[in-house]
Structure formats: C-alpha cells, structure tokens
C-alpha cells in the first residue's frame, strides 16, 4: 500500500520548507511473498533501518505488533497479524554481509534471537554513534532527526494500542518515521565517526549485538536483580534462584509477565525464610496462586534445600568502601566528566560510577577488579583511561580552569 510522499514531508517536515529531498515509497505488507520480494531487496542494498513496535505489559513474551524496515528508496510496514513467519527478516539481520540500522535498539535486535533462534552480525545504532561524537546521550529519536537532519518528527502515538486493526493513518505515520530517517542518520554520524578517527570505537561498541550473550541473561544475574538479594546469604540465594526459575514456568504457562506472577519481595521473603511447603508459601500476603502453582513453588523450594553448598551463588561482598575512597572515586568521576565535555564524549558511554568505584578501589588496593571493568580495554583504556592512571598516580593534577567553569587535567 503506498502512500502520498508529499502528505508525509509535510507532516515530518513541516518546519522545514527548505528540505527537497522526496519521501521514499510506503508499502504495508500483509503477504509473505512480497515480505520475501522485500527482504531480497534489502539484503542487495546491503544496510536497512529496523525498527518494531511490540507490546509487553501484560505477557510473558513480547507480542510482535509491527515491524518497520527501510532503505533511502522505500519503506515497509509489516503486519505481523497477517504475516506470521518474519524468518526472512531475522535471517536478513543475521547476513554478515548486511548492516542493520537501529535507534536504541536493544530490545528490538533480541527479538531476532528470541523468535528467530539467530543473531545480528552487523549493527550500527545512531544513539551510540551520536553518544561517540557528542555529549548527547541518550538522545530520543526526534531530537536526533531534528539536529542531525533538520527534520521534525511528529511523536503522536506513543501509548497507542498497537494490537488494534486495522491501523490507523496516524499509526501507520508514526511507525513509518521510526525508520525513515535512519540511513540518513547513519551516513552523517558515520562521516563524523570517521572525521574524528572514532570510527573504530564505533565497531568496539557494536560487537556486543553479535554476542548470543548479549541477549541470554543467567539466572544467577536475575537473582541479584532482586530488590534485598543482597540481604541473602548462599542459601538464601540458592532458594532464590530456584524460586525465580519456577516463576519463569509459571509465568510462561499463564503468558503474564514474571513479576505479575510473582512478586519480587514474596521471593526474597520464601528464601529469607527457607520454606519449602505449599502451606508455608500461601500465608504470604499478595500472593494471588492457586494450588498448582503453590505447589511448583514449594517443589523449587525443596530443591533449593538439598543443593549442596557448591551449587550455591555466591554472596555479593558487602560494600567496605572507606570515606577515602569514595572521595577519590568522586574526583575520578568529575575527572571523566570534564575529559568527556572537553572531546565531545557522552561520559555514560565511558563507564558506570559503579565502574568507577571499582577503578578506583582496585588501585588503592593493589588488585584487579573482577569482572575487569571497561575503562581497563579498548578506547575507553587509551583515551580517558590513561588520564585516570596519570591521576591516580601521582603523574597528573586536577587543576580548576582559570575561566572558573572545567576541570583539566595538567601534568606534573
């Protein structure tokens, strides 16, 4: 289905009569031939924008609602209602010979791993590559398009019910701007990346979207997500670990989303207690299961009880950090700030302050911190990484600028 070009740059572009350039084709798609015609065409120009709408409040599994796709000469809405099987996208996203274009896409590239069973290859997301070149991080994808591009992007349909059919013009408008601006983009923050000789930083970032671990999170990790898991001790963790793997059952059987089913702190409050009967667990207020699902519980818990202790998590250590410290780590931190604001960096990019508290820890200590933390590898290693060791060394001063307004880093 196309639709009018010039009906759209007017609505996208309508504080910019300068702009010339024609709306590329709008197809909505609702067959899987044309879906596989499209994706043939995609994979010949070798770089697309990808973009989907899903909707995940109320369900275990995401629901796929749209999937958007483009090039600089057409753009394609697709119907996943009408089209059931997309594996010509997700094979498409794991060509290593084509670039999927994103804006924040996280989300979006693991539903190639979780429906697909496949991973992206090749990925290039705007807000990274702007966050490489500026201090704009996380920049939504209006502000973007408007200071990239000089375009302005009408975000009408936010909270819109995606699931509705048959989609509106306003709906189809919006979803079709989530992606029609992006090879564009793309072109511009390269050109920049590579101006700056960043654009290798740019490939060190997108490695992490090839990783099947990017997108498979442990059990163990989602223990320690929990609100007062660090309140547990290795038991308590194990009958933790147990209990959320059986909440992931339940959640999948009832297709509600885990912590519907299962409160986090009713977690937390079974292991701290280390029940294992069906009775035990349903005095629990806020608890909403029935019989089956009391007793998947309870079984979780009673498995829990005969692990042995090397099956156990592992306690996170208790925070000892001195006032020392977390003074220096501080300085640290206004140090990666002021380095950032002063080479056009987005300083979230370079580490958390948890990344930082780690750095700083290690070194006053004499250890290695484990995990290694970012700023120890790649770019970030060879730009503010060694401004951090000159610091921290002794080798360079924190001086306040002479204007009064920065911090800068001078050698001793």
């Excluded at 408008?173 to 740019?202: C, E, F, I, T």
Aim: aromatic share 6%.
């Amino acid at each position: 289905m196309s639709r009018n070009s010039s009906q759209r740059q007017q609505r996208s572009r309508g504080d910019n009569p300068s702009q010339t350039t024609a709306d590329p084709q709008l197809q909505y798609i609702t067959e899987a031939t044309v879906l596989a015609e499209l994706c043939g065409r995609l994979r010949e120009a070798g770089s697309f924008g990808f973009d989907t709408e899903f909707v995940m409040e109320d369900r275990y599994q995401s629901e796929i609602c749209v999937v958007q796709l483009a090039t600089a000469s057409e753009i394609a809405i697709v119907d996943p209602f009408e089209v059931e099987d997309l594996s010509p996208v997700w094979s498409l996203m794991a060509d290593a010979n084509v670039e999927v274009v994103v804006h924040s896409g996280m989300e979006d590239l693991a539903l190639c791993h979780s429906r697909g069973g496949l991973v992206p290859q090749r990925v290039f997301d705007c807000q990274v590559a702007c966050g490489l070149i500026s201090e704009d991080y996380p920049l939504n994808l209006s502000r973007m398009t408007k200071s990239l591009l000089g375009i302005r992007l009408y975000k009408s349909q936010t909270l819109t019910d995606w699931r509705r059919r048959p989609l509106s013009p306003e709906q189809l408008h919006y979803a079709a701007d989530d992606v029609a601006h992006l090879p564009a983009m793309r072109g511009k923050l390269h050109k920049r990346l590579v101006q700056l000789g960043r654009s290798n930083w740019m490939d060190e970032e997108m490695t992490r979207f090839h990783a099947p671990e990017t997108y498979v999170r442990g059990t163990d990790e989602a223990v320690f997500r929990l609100k007062g898991a660090g309140s547990l001790d290795g038991k308590g963790l194990c009958f933790a670990r147990e209990l959320v793997e059986a909440r992931c059952k339940l959640a999948a059987q009832y297709d509600r989303p885990a912590r519907a089913v299962v409160r986090d702190h009713l977690i937390i409050e079974i292991a701290r207690h280390r029940w294992t009967t069906a009775s035990q667990i349903k005095s629990l207020r806020g608890l909403n299961l029935r019989a089956q699902g009391l007793r998947t519980l309870a079984e979780a818990a009673q498995r829990a009880s005969q692990l042995p202790r090397e099956q156990w998590p592992t306690p996170v250590p208790q925070d000892d950090e001195t006032n020392e410290e977390a003074a220096l780590a501080l300085l640290i931190g206004a140090v990666v700030r002021a380095y950032c604001a002063e080479h056009r960096i987005a300083h979230q990019l370079v580490g958390t302050k948890r990344d930082l508290r780690a750095y700083v820890r290690a070194h006053v200590r004499g250890q290695t911190p484990d995990p290694s933390p970012a700023l120890r590898a790649g770019w970030r290693a060879e730009t503010v990484g060694v401004v951090i060791k000159d610091v921290l060394s002794g080798r360079a001063a924190v001086v306040l600028r002479e204007d009064g307004q920065r911090l800068t880093v001078v050698p001793h």
